[in-house]
């Protein structure tokens, strides 16, 4: 039978992000034995084992890893509708923009000015987020557009409008020596014993391996190469927020780094078709 039921998902979510049945449930607010009758339900109907259990655990099948990915997108679908429904209905026209904290504010101004001016332009709402977060709020609907940088984001899924491309730098504590430098290569801050580089999240919220500190927002950033601790490769406009204790040296082999305004690819929204020409005008 190929019919899924939304609550079995959501059950299969959080057992495979948990990969404990236990911590699930809790999760859940259930108790666990109805959770696992659920998951073997839920095996039984589409015909595969979805979880390898034994004594030592619970794993993914590869054919779990499948219907995690699916599921997940569906459950985020679901929830896209009922948020964009609501917001329809209460008539207000206005878009939810999604952008992580400390992006080119500059862009960002240039952007909502000249969409302000166009006639009837909708009302934009700006939220900040976290780095990488951008993505899931414009598929579960907390966002109807965002601003995101290729190739850093995960741009599969969306339309996208590019509104800016630059080079990008390396952010150093200013009294360290390379900071005198008028340039870098990558190498040059690679694998520096005195200053290891940040480490970002991932999409799943994980860290590379690394020796550099795990990095969760732009202020813990500042405060850590400012203290001499860590350096970062960022974008040229992020310039815009250095401290005096901050020095930005160009790095001559770094990718460029595009700004994109981004939008889910089903999207038939007046508003944010409205939004995209503005920004292909900008």
Same mark, same amino acid.
């Given at each position: 039978? !190929?019919?899924?039921?939304?609550?079995? =998902?959501?059950?299969?979510?959080?057992?495979?992000?948990?990969?404990?049945?236990?911590?699930? $449930?809790?999760?859940?607010?259930?108790?666990?034995?109805?959770?696992?009758?659920?998951?073997?339900?839920?095996?039984?109907?589409?015909?595969?084992?979805?979880?390898?259990? !034994?004594? &030592? @655990? %619970?794993?993914? /099948?590869?054919?779990?890893?499948?219907?995690? !990915?699916?599921?997940?997108?569906?459950?985020?679908?679901?929830? $896209?509708?009922? #948020?964009r429904? #609501?917001?329809?209905?209460?008539?207000?026209?206005?878009?939810?923009?999604? /952008?992580k904290?400390? $992006?080119?504010?500059? =862009?960002?101004?240039?952007?909502? !000015?000249?969409?302000?001016?166009?006639p009837?332009?909708?009302?934009?709402?700006?939220?900040?987020?976290?780095?990488?977060?951008?993505?899931?709020?414009?598929?579960?609907? #907390?966002? +109807?557009?965002?601003?995101?940088? #290729?190739?850093f984001?995960?741009?599969? @899924?969306?339309?996208?409008?590019?509104?800016?491309?630059?080079?990008?730098?390396?952010i150093?504590?200013?009294?360290?020596?390379?900071?005198?430098?008028?340039?870098?290569s990558?190498? +040059?801050?690679?694998?520096?014993? +005195?200053?290891?580089?940040?480490?970002?999240?991932?999409p799943?919220? /994980?860290?590379?391996?690394?020796?550099?500190?795990?990095?969760?927002?732009?202020?813990?950033?500042?405060?850590?190469?400012?203290?001499?601790?860590?350096?970062?490769?960022?974008?040229?406009?992020?310039?815009?927020?250095?401290?005096?204790? &901050?020095?930005?040296?160009?790095?001559?082999?770094?990718?460029? %780094?595009?700004?994109?305004?981004?939008?889910?690819?089903h999207?038939?929204?007046?508003?944010?078709?409205?939004?995209?020409?503005?920004?292909?005008?900008?």
């Amino acid at each position: 039978m !190929d019919t899924l039921e939304l609550r079995e =998902l959501r059950y299969f979510v959080a057992v495979a992000e948990e990969l404990h049945f236990g911590r699930a $449930a809790r999760r859940l607010g259930i108790a666990q034995p109805p959770l696992s009758r659920a998951v073997r339900q839920l095996e039984r109907r589409i015909g595969v084992t979805l979880l390898d259990r !034994d004594r &030592h @655990g %619970v794993a993914l /099948t590869a054919a779990g890893g499948v219907l995690l !990915d699916e599921a997940r997108a569906i459950l985020d679908a679901t929830a $896209a509708a009922a #948020r964009r429904t #609501r917001r329809a209905a209460a008539a207000t026209g206005r878009l939810i923009l999604a /952008t992580k904290a400390g $992006a080119n504010h500059e =862009l960002l101004r240039k952007l909502l !000015d000249a969409h302000a001016a166009e006639p009837d332009a909708a009302a934009v709402e700006v939220v900040l987020c976290g780095l990488g977060e951008q993505a899931r709020m414009l598929r579960d609907g #907390r966002a +109807d557009v965002a601003l995101m940088q #290729r190739p850093f984001d995960a741009l599969t @899924g969306f339309d996208t409008e590019d509104l800016l491309t630059e080079q990008q730098i390396a952010i150093l504590p200013a009294g360290h020596p390379l900071a005198a430098r008028p340039a870098l290569s990558m190498a +040059d801050i690679s694998d520096l014993p +005195d200053l290891p580089l940040a480490r970002w999240p991932r999409p799943d919220g /994980t860290y590379a391996p690394g020796p550099g500190p795990q990095i969760r927002d732009q202020s813990q950033l500042a405060q850590l190469i400012a203290l001499g601790h860590t350096a970062a490769v960022l974008c040229a406009s992020s310039r815009a927020w250095l401290w005096n204790a &901050h020095a930005a040296v160009p790095l001559t082999d770094a990718p460029h %780094v595009t700004t994109v305004l981004a939008w889910p690819a089903h999207s038939r929204s007046l508003a944010v078709a409205g939004l995209a020409r503005t920004a292909a005008r900008l």
